[in-house]
Each structure stands twice: as structure tokens, then as C-alpha cells.
């Protein structure tokens, strides 16, 4: 038995704002993500928000004090990006959820690389393969695939 047009229309309203809640849940869960990140030696911690902007700063122990000026801040600048990078990976996981069907899966291998760039060739390909997937399958034939 095929649903009529009134019946698909309130299933995909009715899907529309189960995802209206799902977005408001991820906006809610994505503004409390931070990234924390530690240097190798412990002398420097750093916490980020979810946006990647710095939101404290730790320099602890002593060892930092016997670093030369130039090293101290580029410790400071690898753990604030480790901190950034740890920050935008839970982001996209908490995201992953939102995505249409397929398309999370095809963003999976499209995350942000290590320096936080991402292949928006690949997002864009993931995206259009999904939009091409028929809206509703029922009553659909093999001819239609």
C-alpha cells in the first residue's frame, strides 16, 4: 500500500522538525566543546573553545623558564594548534549526526586533516551523490534506480 501525497508530505514536515530538534541539541552541545591540550614537557597547557579561539592559557613547573624566547613560543603556538586540532575533531563528530544519510559516512574520510583544512572537492561530491537519492523510495520500481 503507497502513502498518499498528504501522507508523505506530513512524514518529511514531521522529519523536518525532528531535525529542527537534532540541529538546536548539536548548536547546544557544540557551544560547550573545547579542545585541551598539553605539551610534551607539561609546561604549557592550553584550552580552546569549539570555535578554536584560546581560553586560557597554563605555564606550570619552572622548565619553561630555561626555554629561549623563541622556543617557549613555539610551544606555546604547537599546543594551542594541538589544542585547536582536538577542538574542531569533536566538533565534526558531534556534527556527524546531522549529516543526510550517506553523507556523514562520505564526510567521515573528507574530516579536517592535521593542519585543520578540509577537501571541500570531497564534501561537495558526497553532497551532490546524496541530493540525487530520491526523496521518498516507496512505491518506487527497480527502473527508477
Known amino acids: 500500500m503507497s502513502q ?3 501522507e508523505q508530505m506530513e ?4 522529519d523536518l522538525r525532528g531535525q529542527q530538534t537534532r540541529i538546536q541539541e548539536a548548536s547546544r ?3 560547550q566543546i573545547t579542545g585541551k591540550a598539553r605539551s610534551k614537557d607539561r609546561a604549557v597547557e592550553a584550552v580552546v573553545d569549539s570555535q578554536g579561539k584560546l581560553t586560557s592559557l597554563k605555564l606550570t613547573g619552572t622548565a619553561y623558564r630555561k626555554l ?7 610551544r606555546i603556538v604547537e599546543t594551542v594548534r594541538t589544542a585547536q586540532d582536538a577542538a574542531s575533531q569533536r566538533a565534526f563528530e558531534s556534527l556527524g549526526g546531522l549529516m543526510p544519510t550517506g553523507l556523514g559516512s562520505a564526510l567521515g574520510a573528507a574530516a579536517p586533516a592535521a593542519d585543520g583544512s578540509w577537501d571541500i572537492d570531497a564534501m ?12 521518498f523510495t516507496e512505491g518506487r520500481t527497480d527502473d527508477a534506480s
Open 68 to 74: 629561549a624566547p623563541a622556543e617557549l613560543a613555539a
Open 4 to 6: 498518499t501525497f498528504q
Open 124 to 135: 561537495f561530491d558526497a553532497a551532490a551523490r546524496a541530493v540525487q537519492e530520491p526523496l
Open 29 to 31: 552541545q557544540l557551544a
Open 11 to 14: 512524514a518529511a514536515l514531521a
